[in-house]
């Protein structure tokens, strides 16, 4: 009997383990040949764990599972009441376009034979048999734009490395993913961990650069498991080492893990972190592709950035640029999350409006309440009311309404969500994290968490304050922590004027 | 583990010796004195500093930048609640207030009887399945009152 099961870190915090053990003890008691792969997830947190079994036409789908449901797995898989059809046929699955995400779920991470097998390794073949240059050149061409939230066009910060003249270059995969509602990074690297190894290679072969580094983030221990071992193998197998795939140019990665600091999702203030450094955020320029790690030049992209080559290079730039809207091309694989009722990955061509990613294929909250407010990308990300779900996803969009997409992460909240205290926790969040590097930053969070508490007093002279507080911090900050702080600040106050309309409180 | 008792010297030696040559070894060093002692302790930093060529200053700079060292070790049982946006959608905050309550401790602390550290943490990329922990590493979701105090009483995550 060959059966499925997730073995993703939100798989496991839902069960999958005793499922797992569960269907271990069933088949042992019946005397089943048990063939029991471990893969990534679908994205169906919801259903998680969710169990496959082999059908007669694809694997069949059940969930969410628990040790209780397994049992009758054995006696009459179609009549199961956990059953949900053909796991591809599903509505979540037929509806997306996976192609970063084609393989997470399918596969055994590990089995390095069953990714070449799914079409892995394709691109980077590809990759090798062209001149640099022309993988440069195929990367712009694709419209790919960094999905670590800033949307740089990755085409051209890989030309500019390129054109950089070193001995040494590097290739670092930022994979400190510390915004809350995301999780595709650890997603990839748990459930396919080879396609961001060969994108990496690939970004290698393009630019010039011999060394690898992911930064991976020290909450995330299942992944840094996962991955150790990938790097292991890709080694064994010659897919990383002195000549990538036993003729391309030397390419080895290394994988950094982080201590808990927010900060370090900025570029420079990860590079210093590699270094050894106290990692406070460097002033640009110097950019990173020409002087990043140790001084030399270096590209920095996110791991999702990193991983959407693959799938460019063994496809053609033409296919993904052929997905999108506007200026915001191909895939992206949204997360849905916080109080959802159908929460997960979701991976679509840009374009989706924001109340469709949350009304019909989330489903709206898991508490059945209305939805409040949506914060689309991340800590510093904005939140949007429902009058706004008519946003388009993409990147120009969404700063066209005072928004951005970031790592497109998306949290619902429910109608008990109090939009005073959640601004007040940015900014607490931004006084905890900050680097201490800008004075905007460093002293203006901290303010503004005592500006909103006379806010919450009812002192309503606090508010022009907050606001031009915000001002300072958006125009002053060196990074994106002080700099966009004021997103989810100054949108909750504009969007939700009734909660910062507080009664005066009494004077003790 | 005390650092004291002996073999902290020659532990951190070789330590040390296991890292060199490598570009970047601070970070790495300073996690592998934690993982061998539970804690860095203050003891390993004029060692570390020498081997690297920096100044204590330098060592403690780093190290007080980090939200994972500790300075002392930590309880036996170490839960990390998740504090960030999307587990506060699903009722985080009441939970870190029953788990604070329930202890006496604050975030950050240990019990007094050593059983419990109560660190807070900013997203477990678990957001689809708050409110999200990790208990001793294991990965803990949907996370409710009963389930909290069954943990914090030393269940089994």
């Given at each position: 009997m060959k059966v499925w099961l997730s073995q993703d870190a939100a798989a496991r915090a839902l069960g999958a383990e005793a499922v797992a053990a569960a269907l271990t003890a069933e088949a042992a008691r019946r005397g089943v040949a048990l063939d029991l792969v471990r893969t990534g997830s679908h994205g169906m947190v919801w259903l998680e764990p969710l169990v496959e079994v082999q059908g007669p036409a694809g694997r069949l789908a059940f969930g969410p599972m628990t040790p209780a449901d397994v049992p009758a797995l054995f006696d009459a898989p179609a009549a199961h009441p956990r059953a949900l059809g053909e796991t591809l046929a599903l509505p979540w699955m037929r509806r997306q376009t996976r192609l970063t995400f084609a393989r997470c779920g399918m596969t055994d991470p590990l089995d390095l034979g069953a990714y070449e097998a799914a079409g892995g390794l394709a691109g980077l073949r590809r990759a090798l048999a062209m001149p640099p240059a022309e993988v440069v050149q195929a990367v712009t061409e694709s419209g790919l734009r960094g999905r670590g939230g800033a949307g740089f066009p990755t085409g051209i910060k890989w030309r500019t490395a390129a054109g950089a003249s070193a001995p040494q270059k590097h290739i670092v995969c930022n994979a400190d993913e510390g915004d809350s509602g995301t999780f595709a990074d650890r997603m990839l690297i748990e459930g396919d961990p080879f396609c961001l190894i060969e994108g990496m290679a690939i970004a290698g072969h393009a630019v010039g650069a011999t060394r690898g580094w992911v930064y991976l983030r020290s909450e995330y221990p299942d992944a840094i498991r996962t991955l150790a071992r990938a790097l292991g193998i890709a080694r064994d197998m010659g897919l990383l080492g002195p000549r990538v795939l036993g003729h391309g140019p030397a390419f080895d990665i290394e994988l950094r893990v982080g201590a808990g600091a927010y900060v370090c999702g900025e570029e420079t203030s990860l590079l210093n972190s590699i270094e050894g450094r106290r990692p406070v955020v460097r002033a640009k320029p110097p950019l990173p592709a020409h002087e990043g790690l140790f001084g030399q030049p270096t590209v920095v992209n996110n791991v999702l950035t990193l991983a959407s080559v693959p799938v460019i290079l063994a496809e053609g730039p033409a296919f993904w640029r052929d997905f999108g809207i506007g200026r915001s091309r191909g895939t992206i694989p949204l997360q849905i999350a916080g109080n959802v009722r159908r929460g997960g990955l979701f991976e679509a061509a840009f374009g989706l409006t924001l109340g469709e990613i949350v009304d019909d294929i989330a489903g709206g909250t898991a508490s059945g309440r209305p939805v409040k407010a949506v914060q689309v990308g991340g800590p510093l990300g904005a939140y949007f009311p429902r009058a706004l779900f008519g946003t388009p996803f993409g990147y120009e969009e969404f700063a066209a309404r005072g928004g951005l997409i970031g790592h497109a992460g998306i949290v619902l909240f429910d109608d008990s969500a109090d939009m005073l205290a959640l601004a007040r926790f940015a900014m607490e969040f931004c006084a905890l994290e900050s680097?201490?590097?800008?004075?905007p930053c460093r002293i203006g969070a901290v303010r503004g968490v005592e500006t909103l508490d006379r806010i919450a007093r009812g002192d309503a002279a606090a508010r022009p304050l907050l606001e031009e507080l915000c001002e300072t911090m958006k125009f002053g900050s060196l990074c994106a922590l002080g700099g966009f702080t004021p997103y989810p600040v100054t949108s909750a106050m504009t969007h939700f004027p009734d909660d910062f309309a507080r009664p005066r409180e009494a004077a003790a | 583990m005390s650092p004291d008792d002996g073999t902290f010297d020659a532990r951190l030696r070789g330590l040390l010796a296991e890292h060199a040559g490598r570009d970047g070894p601070l970070l790495p060093i300073l996690q592998a004195v934690q993982a061998e002692w539970g804690h860095v302790p203050r003891a390993a930093l004029p060692a570390i500093a020498a081997a690297l060529n920096l100044s204590r200053a330098e060592v403690h700079g780093v190290l007080s930048?980090?939200?994972?060292?500790?300075e002392a070790p930590a309880g036996r049982r170490v839960v990390k609640l998740c504090r960030a946006e999307a587990c506060q959608a699903m009722g985080a905050e009441a939970l870190g207030a029953q788990a604070r309550a329930r202890l006496g401790i604050g975030w950050g602390e240990t019990t007094a009887d050593g059983a419990i550290t109560l660190d807070p943490v900013f997203c477990l990329g678990l957001c689809a399945c708050g409110p999200a922990a990790l208990v001793d590493g294991q990965p803990v979701g949907r996370l409710d009152a009963a389930r909290l105090d069954a943990i914090l009483a030393g269940a089994a995550p």
């Open positions: 680097c201490g590097k800008c004075t | 930048f980090y939200h994972d060292f500790r």
